[in-house]
């Protein structure tokens, strides 16, 4: 089967750095993307990787490992309004987007 | 960014009734999807189209059909609107390139009473 693995729920510090993991299984590969959403609101997009390593775009950088399954992505210089859930969706072979439930980022003052 | 509406944002309806939800674009996209959300849930995808009289079935499309007559226009329709139907719908529409983001509509929030 496809599956998505990410922490429900994280904690960090306005002004911080966080990582957010996404491991995940699907049948055939054809990128990853990463979504932010806030509540009530639909996603948006953040970012596409399609080959290994890091892609870096002003605050946010997105990993990936094809080998591994693995991919994170990484916040950095923390805003009240990055308090949002943010999504990793594989592309399977099919060309389809899967969704998980993604991490539910808290920032704290 | 990508301009993709939806109507009604908000939808109160009685048990039985048959709804559509629009969904326009103006970015001359391929791709156009519906999706179902509850709070909290991940997106589950109902029917996408990859142009004009094309469309398939996702994995939760038993309950409703869509059409794709017009490049900009994707709407969904459930024949007789039961409480289970009660959820965020969203639309989105991505270019014909692999690479290209899905762009979402800002959704219609269902209520069947």
């Known amino acids: 089967g496809q599956n998505i693995d990410q922490p429900t729920e994280m904690t960090a510090t306005e002004g911080a750095i966080v990582q957010i993991n996404c491991t995940y299984q699907?049948?055939?590969?054809?990128?990853l993307f990463w979504y932010q959403q806030h509540a009530g609101e639909a996603p948006t997009f953040l970012s596409y990787?399609?080959l290994d390593g890091l892609e870096e775009k002003g605050r946010f950088s997105s990993f990936l490992s094809r080998s591994k399954g693995y991919s994170y992505l990484l916040l950095k210089e923390l805003q009240m309004k990055d308090s949002a859930s943010y999504l990793c969706?594989?592309?399977?072979?099919?060309?389809?987007?899967?969704w998980g439930a993604g991490t539910k980022l808290i920032i704290k003052p | 960014e990508a301009d993709i509406y939806q109507t009604p944002r908000y939808l109160v309806i009685g048990t039985g009734k048959k709804i559509t939800l629009e969904c326009s674009q103006t970015?001359?996209?391929?791709?156009m999807y519906w999706y179902q959300q509850d709070p909290g849930m991940e997106l589950h995808l109902i029917h996408y189209?990859?142009?004009?009289?094309?469309?398939e079935k996702g994995d939760l499309s038993s309950e409703s059909t869509v059409s794709r007559i017009r490049t900009e226009h994707f709407p969904l329709t459930l024949e007789s609107a039961r409480p289970s139907h009660t959820s965020q719908y969203l639309c989105?529409?991505?270019?014909?390139?692999?690479?290209?983001?899905?762009?979402f509509g800002d959704g219609t929030r269902l209520s069947i009473l």
């Open positions: 189209s990859y142009g004009v009289n094309s469309t």
């Open positions: 970015m001359g996209h391929d791709k």
């Open positions: 969706a594989p592309m399977d072979s099919n060309y389809q987007l899967i």
């Open positions: 990787n399609v």
């Open positions: 699907t049948s055939g590969f054809n990128g």
């Open positions: 989105a529409s991505a270019a014909g390139e692999e690479s290209q983001p899905q762009h």
